[in-house]
T-cell receptor, first 113, second 112 residues
Framework: DAEITQSPRHKITETGRQVTLACHQT?????MFWYRQDLGHGLRLIHY???????NKGEVSDGYSVSRSNTEDLPLTLESAASSQTSVYFC????????????FGQGTRLTVV | KNQVEQSPQSLIILEGKNCTLQ??????????LRWYKQDTGRGPVSLTI?????NTKSNGRYTATLDADTKQSSLHITASQLSDSASYIC???????????FGRGTSLIVHP
């Protein structure tokens, strides 16, 4: 069965370190998204991609970057981790911009100390 | 600015009872509205999608309604079960943007 997987599931890092969260999907979807979820805010879009070599900033992109070198993967990098980036991160993918059902990974809980 | 407001923020009900969750939006122009269910520690999963021409849609014990005139949607859960305990998220997409707007969710707890 097709799926979307995130790794690691849990991560503790120190302030100032670079961290990369992995997202891999086997749906062969063109669209991939990264969100963060915090209490009181719901899901907020960090970055998204509509295909290989395409990346776009979302509403909370500062301090984050992504790259899309193939269809299956969209890694999220925190250039210099800050305590404000402690959150649960979700990756998602969708088939097209018209069919908006997004399939989410199980999330990565990141703690920056 | 596009906004999606959900109410109540949290809800506790007894197993077997019905409940209704609300979603009000100011997204314009409207394209579609989805309800997602998010179990604790998991990613959201789509329950149903409502388009402009649809008033009611059911998915098992879940029934979603849409009033595009008042820009309101509801999710009704019938004969609740313990497994319904989750967060329910309303997501609205505008016709002018491929990026949907998420509500903050309603946390539902079903007690035995």
């Amino acid at each position: 069965d097709a799926e979307i997987t995130q790794s690691p599931r849990h991560k503790i890092t120190e302030t100032g370190r670079q961290v990369t969260l992995a997202c891999h999907q086997t749906w062969n979807h063109n669209n991939m998204f990264w969100y963060r979820q915090d209490l009181g805010h719901g899901l907020r879009l960090i970055h998204y991609s509509y295909g290989v070599q395409d990346t776009n900033k979302g509403e909370v992109s500062d301090g984050y970057s992504v790259s899309r070198s193939n269809t299956e993967d969209l890694p999220l990098t925190l250039e210099s981790a800050a305590s404000s980036q402690t959150s649960v991160y979700f990756c998602a993918s969708s088939e097209s911009v018209e069919n908006t059902e997004a399939f989410f990974g199980q999330g990565t809980r990141l703690t920056v100390v | 600015k596009n906004q999606v407001e959900q109410s109540p923020q949290s809800l506790i009900i007894l197993e077997g009872k019905n409940c209704t969750l609300q979603c009000n939006y100011t997204v314009s122009p409207f394209s579609n509205l989805r309800w997602y269910k998010q179990d604790t520690g998991r990613g959201p999963v789509s329950l149903t999608i409502m388009t402009f021409s649809e008033n009611t849609k059911s998915n098992g014990r879940y029934t979603a309604t849409l009033d595009a005139d008042t820009k309101q949607s509801s999710l009704h859960i019938t004969a609740s079960q313990l497994s319904d305990s989750a967060s329910y998220i309303c997501v609205v997409r505008s016709g002018g943007s491929y990026i949907p707007t998420f509500g903050r969710g309603t946390s539902l707890i079903v007690h035995p």
